[in-house]
């Protein structure tokens, strides 16, 4: 049976300050630059080898990033000097346990000091053990990453479809092929039982994150603005945020949307509502471009929008088409919904791992159950 030994921080891994480097001093390149929580940018070289990690340091406190390769630690970050000889991935899971906060420098800007963690003790076991810790969790991870790769294959598969279909198809303005263009409800919001809202975060990247919605009481609720499949929602207030387009590719039917966000509805006797929602994602530059007002009030108004004309394929090769959008939506919508089943797995599994309540071999069994 493997020890597990407890030890202070220090004597785990060494940690240094990362380095400054302004963005005007950045130059494209395979490196990542790491921050606290993400890789923030890319660089021509990575002072420190990989693998290897950082802590957020000034911001996120203690929060791990990961990087296979070399890597630019910023000054906002400690950084992995030495590994004193245990596995760094291990290393790296072991900070995902760690909560730090309440080990700042006390002064008005919280820092994360190394020399206040330095005494922290946490409990290690040996090296065989480390690594097939981090096999287990690696398989998940793995298998993560193989799904996050397929549901961007059939995203760009399905917008390179739309696109060779499209490019001598006709240009319809969206009021004259939509059913609804409506901005969504006021909500009151609720911590108990009610109904999904979305909200502007929910919107990023042509794909609608629910992680970032909350709940509000079935009250506020409107039977029109309930989403329904091939729905097209835009970010309509803010800087930043506005025009931000996204295509609703599931069956939910429980799900609204907040007055921040603009739903456009296809009329399907006029479109085929897969088809113009993907050539609403190809205009959404020209969205963003419509905002109106000062910085930090700026708005979207349905008129302006409703005016953007849409390039579409040719009316009879619309329903073949988007037959095969469904089809690749249907298989990014079950492959991450695959992935959130994996990635909870996993975290579950680390603590447990981690703190050694439960034995790598039947951790490895509930891993395989998922796989």
């Known amino acids: 049976m493997s020890e597990w030994t407890l030890k202070k921080l220090s004597d ?19 490196c990542r630059v790491l921050s606290a929580g993400e890789t923030v940018g890319w660089h021509k070289e990575g002072p420190i080898k990989g693998p ?3 802590v957020g340091r000034a911001t996120n406190l203690g929060v791990p990033t990961w990087s296979n390769d070399d890597f630019w630690p910023l000054n906002t970050t400690l950084y992995a000097a030495d ?29 994360l000091n190394r020399n206040y963690i330095s005494h922290v003790e946490v409990c290690i076991p040996d090296l065989p053990v480390q690594r097939a810790i981090v096999e287990v969790l690696g398989a998940l991870d793995d298998k993560i990453a193989v799904n996050d790769r397929a549901v961007l294959v059939a995203r760009q598969l399905g917008r390179a479809l739309f696109r060779a279909a499209a490019a001598a198809g ?11 263009i409506t901005r969504g409800v006021t909500p009151t919001y609720t911590t108990a039982e009610g109904m999904v809202v979305i909200n502007q ?31 097209v929602l835009v970010n309509s207030t803010g800087q930043g945020t506005l025009g931000r387009v996204a ?72 329903h073949s088409l988007g037959l095969r959008l469904r089809q690749l939506d249907d298989l990014a919508t079950a492959l991450t919904g695959e992935s959130d ?18 034995r790598v071999r039947d951790a490895e069994r509930v891993a395989s159950d998922v796989l």
Request: with cysteine.
């Open 12 to 30: 785990v891994v060494e940690l240094r300050r990362g380095f400054d480097l302004p963005h005007k001093q950045r130059e494209s390149g395979p």
């Open 52 to 54: 290897g990690f950082v």
């Open 83 to 111: 590994f004193k000889g245990n596995d760094p991935k291990f290393l790296f899971h072991l900070f995902e346990t760690l909560d730090l906060s309440g080990y700042d420098s006390g002064s008005v800007q919280p820092m």
């Open 170 to 180: 006709p240009v319809r303005r969206i009021d004259e092929i939509a059913s609804l």
């Open 201 to 231: 975060k929910c919107v990023r990247d042509h794909w609608v994150d629910l992680r970032q919605a909350r709940m509000m009481e079935r009250s506020g609720a409107r039977a029109d603005r309930v989403l329904r499949r091939d729905d």
């Open 247 to 318: 295509r609703w590719i599931i069956d939910k039917s429980d799900i609204t949307i907040d007055t921040h966000v603009t739903l456009v509805r296809f009329d399907i006797s006029a479109v085929e509502p897969a088809c113009a929602g993907l050539a609403m994602l190809e205009v959404e530059s020209r969205i963003e471009a419509l905002a109106e007002g000062s910085t930090g009030q700026t708005e979207l108004r349905r008129d302006l929008l409703s005016a953007i004309e849409l390039r579409l394929p040719v009316h009879q090769a619309q």
């Open 341 to 358: 089943r994996l990635a909870e797995t996993r975290d579950q599994l680390l603590p447990l791992l981690m703190s050694g309540k439960v």
